[in-house]
Each structure stands twice: as C-alpha cells, then as structure tokens.
C-alpha cells in the first residue's frame, strides 16, 4: 500500500482572472509554514508539485525541512481554460465548469477535459512509495472524484492547504480522507 497526500496550494496573490500564475501572498506563505508543520513527522518523502508558482512555494517549506528536491509534475497541474477565453472571463467559465460533471465539461469546451482527469489520477495512483504531492483546487476533486468512482467536478470545498490523503493499493485509488473544508473564493 501506498500513501498520497495531496495538499492544496496555500492562498495566492491574486486571482484566477487576474494572473495566469500568481505567487502566494502573505497568507499563503504562512498557511505553507503551517501544513510543513503539520506533515513534517511523516518524512522525508517524496515531494512533488503542480509547475505553477503557487505550488511551488507552498511545497518549498516542507521540502527544505526535509531536504528534498521539488519534483515538477505537469499532470497534477491546473484545470487549463479552454483556448479563445480571455484572462478576464477564465472565473466565469470555472464556476460553469465547476458546477456540473466532466462528461458536461467535455461536451462544453472539449473531450480534453476528461482526459485531463483521468491523467492527473493516473498520476497519483502511479506512486509506489509515499509522497506528498502540491496541487490545486480542481486538480485534487478530480482525484477524489476518480476514486469515488464520481463524475463532478466539485466534490470537495477544500481549503488553502488542506490535506487530503489517499492510499493506492494494486493501483487502485481509495480517499482516506477529505482535506478541511471552506467556503472557497474563485476568484
């Protein structure tokens, strides 16, 4: 058996139609200090994160306390907006998205959409030893979604750094638990 944890990326900087890939803001830099606390007793393990910046700098904390490269994983990455949408208009579109399944997604803005789930819980359920593993919002639904056999999108409000934690047995995914929970801004 193995054992995921998936952290949420601690509050960033600015939103979703704002800036493609925002840096935490101070918050978030605490909310990572904090989840490092949380999960230090656990390691080392392997620490793994989304490429954009918010992940990185909520898996650096942890990751230096346990000496650890960052590994970049593109699959565990953000729900990208689909092409022609502006910067302005991705918030109006991920709430639209969010609100139904990924059969609906795909029907609306392209089958790559439940390609893109079925890759980010490949990934996961492809770690053979423990890992902690930096990711976002949409990302982490859809790997509980996966293993709950669900197709919504929204499963789970799951907070910044909030820690949900899967085990992978003969490849299978199993949600052991749900990261806390808050009414999540997408902004």
């Known amino acids: ?3 995921v944890y998936m952290v949420r990326h601690g509050r960033a900087a600015a939103g979703w139609d704002v800036d493609p890939d925002p ?4 918050l978030g830099r605490q909310q990572a200090l904090v989840v490092a ?3 230090s007793s656990l390691g080392p393990l392997p620490v793994v994160s989304s490429p954009l910046l918010r992940c990185q700098q909520t898996a650096f904390p942890l990751a230096t306390a346990w000496k650890k490269d960052v590994a970049i994983e593109p699959r565990v990455g953000e729900i990208p907006s689909p092409d022609g949408v502006a910067l302005e208009d991705r918030v109006t579109w991920l709430r639209e998205i969010m609100a139904g399944t990924w059969t609906q997604a795909a029907e609306r803005s392209g089958a790559h959409y439940v390609a893109y789930r079925d890759a980010i819980a490949e990934c996961v359920a492809s770690h053979r030893t ?6 976002h919002f949409v990302a982490i639904n859809a790997v509980i979604g996966a293993a709950q056999g669900r197709d919504d999108v929204l499963v789970a409000s799951l907070d910044n750094c909030s820690v949900t934690t899967f085990d ?3 490849g299978r995914l199993s949600v052991v638990e749900i990261g806390g929970e808050a009414d999540t801004l997408i902004r």
């Not at 840096?23 to 101070?26: C, R």
Request: charged residues 30%; without cysteine; aromatic residues 6%.
């Open 1 to 3: 058996m193995t054992r």
């Open 23 to 26: 840096a935490l803001d101070e």
């Open 37 to 39: 606390s949380k999960l």
């Open 130 to 135: 423990d890992t902690v593993i930096f990711s």
């Open 168 to 170: 992978i047995i003969d």
